[in-house]
């Protein structure tokens, strides 16, 4: 994929998720640099992201990205959901794709009868849910990548340091949104999967023979 296709992807998944009315709040993504020779596609807000990595409680983090409004989509539980891409020469050499729940469903869940209705929110008024951030990382910097440990595309499960799962592939934004919503929002995504997006455009594969060997994550389309 191009980083043209790239953009197209996250601006065409902004408005359909609009156009659908999961989406609360959103940004457009924006672009630095420039395409031919080294360019970012994020959001004008992605400065505040860095609180993501630090040693704090996940409330804090959510509470900070949604104050600084940094994400692409919120969606309408809460949900935060941005992507961040780094292109350098046409190809992709970075990502970051993120799903930050909200950490507090309790209103959802002491009145499930008010949100059932809307299929939006049929997935999270269980009790019993514990809403965990979601990461799919991709770095072609041959100083960071250790076979199995440290894979050059991987995905982190609820900010575990050492959870680095193998991906076959860097992930393209159609892929991210289509696990998030088949997984995590699973009654609206039955309604309204026919009028998601869809592409058969993928980024060449990047896992090893090594990371095959153990439990790994294949990407669809």
Known sequence: MTPQQTLDQITQLTQTLVGLSLSNA???PSVVGKFNKSCEITVSTSAAMSAALRNVAYSDIYKVLDNARC?????????LISFHYRFLRGSVSEHSLKYF??????????????????EIYADVVAKNIVPFPVRFDFSDD??????VHHPYSHLTLGQYKNC???????????????????NFYNTAFLKYSEKLPVSNLTFGQTITAGERLVSHFVCGV
């Open 164 to 182: 680095r799962i193998p991906v076959c592939s860097p992930v393209s934004p159609f892929t991210f949104i289509g696990f998030i919503l088949r």
């Open 142 to 147: 041959i100083q960071k990548f250790v076979e």
């Open 26 to 28: 959103q940004n457009f």
């Open 71 to 79: 994400y692409n989509i919120k969606m309408l539980d809460g949900a």
């Open 101 to 118: 729940p909200s950490p507090d469903l309790e209103h959802f869940q002491n009145e499930p009868e008010v949100y059932l209705e809307d």
